[in-house]
């Protein structure tokens, strides 16, 4: 693994804020593009996964069948972003399980990282209520883990690395930016508008509503591909651990219904794991335009430029419903499939 | 001491602060400061919020999220009220400039489509220069308008009508999304509680906000997280409703937040409401 210029471990100052990361961001993009020239991209996918399972060992296994060193990451800050985008106790299938978090947290504590989570609810102004309702507030509490509400925070700027969009920069909270590495850990979930939800967008939810709103909905109107593409070639180091275990089709990312599938998906880069998830859900990674932008930088679609370790993704494929909509209906990679209304 | 004169006692001690214990002072925090220390008694430590406030102004008239970030600048709103509340004779001229800005900006709009419930062409209010209006920025500006003697300005009535626009078949709000897809949305706490909060004497006809206000009643629970908690009883209470239910769950997060260092964002909602639900304790 490609290890981040270091950054400042103590006091964060304004001019460190708007400078510091440019060669973060670079050192991130650069590998995933270099690395995909050299050889196939690692994805890492286990079956038969229950949240009151030993999911940190097979977290574990991912990491490392993925490749990354334990070595490396002994005192670094790494913040977990699970995704909570509009909570509601009715509807647990629609957020990261806590189980998910709180087991990636161990097995990173395990070899020595700092961990912490964070997230910024993208339709929700009370953070509490966001914990709360997800449950995550109780299992942070229980395994003293550190919350940063990434809404809220002081924010530092970011020269736009992607430049899908025409936004010239963007705005990273603190904890984003004093991350070493930041682990995407999305519910796998349709997207009533841009086919799927998974790692890659995940990362909407770390920049902050104080400056983008409830919704983001700056980052709409500058194109909802181009900036998820943006914002994940312009953030610090990142890799993704997927809740695939309870899963939503239909209509997602908020009613859609349960699909459980029993999964969990480790790899480092964002797109690829995407990209398989998206084949195990019945999709074409290569249809789903965020996902065809985030690759040019971050890592490749193309099934045989990804190496699969775990199960193989044929092996799992079960096509999720989608619904019965023309902008949707093209995603499909097997259209004699059912689609919901 | 009883638990609300504590609250307020520790607003006045430090009236300046944010969204969390030791992050940045925030604009909208220190609004809610000045706002609830007026009415609990604290009238030098409510000024020292609306003067920092009006010291954060810029020189079009906008108060931003920060002092560091003037943009986006949607607690302008807020920080005419707060100044509208605490003394609008000595805040005349930050009040002024603050609505010809605020009058000056709207959010985006755009023709009806069939697979959005609400209507983008109303006027409103957004979070953000250049995007579309949403449901808290709008109520901030039109309860803003109404303090300051405006409520019959068209702007205030069209905000009032995409307030009541936004609002869910059954009851209740969330971001500012009724349906997508055909698909009715979930409604949240804190923004219903924000959207009752800014119609206290206008649209009650509208079957809506009394579907809206009974769900509210109906959320308050102690397990309620706290910003959801004020919102809802400041709704409530601008309806003369909820006040026996809201009063014993806002005195025990009142305990909480002073036995845990909470945020200045939080007393000072918690102190919001409570001044608006009278009663023991």
Known sequence: MQAPAPTNSGGLDRRTLLLGGASLAGAAGLGAVAQSLIKPTPVFVAAGQRYDGPLHQTIADGLLATGLDPAWLRGRRVLLKPNLVEPSRRIPHMTTHPAMIVAAAEALRRWGARVSVGEAPGHVRDTEMALVESGVAEALRDARIPFADLNYEEVGWRRNRGRFSKLPGIYFPRSVLEADLIVSMPKMKTHHWVGVTCATKNLYGILPGIKYGWPKNVLHHHGIPQTVADIASSAPKTIAIVDGIDCMEGDGPILGSLKHMGLVLVGQSLPSVDATAARIMGLEPTRIEYLHLASRRLGPLDDRRIEQRGEPWRSVADPFQVLDEPHLECLRSTPEERLVT | ?281
């Open chain 2, 1 to 281: 001491m009883r638990v609300q004169q504590q609250l307020a006692a520790s607003i006045a001690k430090r009236p300046l602060g944010g969204y969390a214990a030791e992050g940045p002072v925030a604009s909208e925090p220190v609004a809610w400061a000045a706002v609830a220390l007026h009415r609990a008694g604290h009238a030098g430590p409510a000024d020292s919020a609306c003067r920092w406030l009006a010291e954060s102004q810029s020189a079009d008239g906008s108060v931003g999220v920060t002092r560091s970030e003037p943009a986006p600048a949607w607690p302008t709103a807020l920080a005419i009220y707060a100044w509208t509340t605490v003394a609008p004779g000595r805040f005349a001229d930050p009040i002024a400039r603050a609505l010809d800005w605020g009058l000056s900006v709207q959010g985006e709009t755009m023709p009806r489509r069939d697979n959005i419930g609400h209507d983008p062409s109303l006027l409103g209010w957004s979070w953000a220069a250049a995007t579309h209006a949403w449901l808290e920025p709008t109520s901030f500006f039109v309860r803003a308008l109404d303090a300051a003697g405006h409520a019959n300005h068209p702007r205030a009535q069209q905000g009032r009508r995409l307030l009541v626009d936004r609002l869910l078949p059954e009851g209740g709000a969330n971001y500012g999304n009724t349906m997508v897809l055909g698909q009715t949305l979930l409604p949240h706490v804190q923004p219903s509680g924000i959207v009752m909060w800014a119609l206290p004497t206008h649209d009650a006809a509208d079957p809506r906000v009394g579907k809206t206000l009974d769900w509210l009643e109906a959320s308050l629970a102690p397990d309620l997280a706290t910003a959801s908690l004020a919102f809802a009883s400041l709704g409530l209470a601008a309806h003369g409703r909820g006040a026996a239910k809201s009063r014993p769950l806002l005195l025990t997060a009142a305990q909480s937040l002073l036995a845990n260092n909470g945020s200045l964002y939080r007393r000072a909602l918690v102190l919001a409401a409570l001044n608006s639900t009278p009663g023991e304790g």
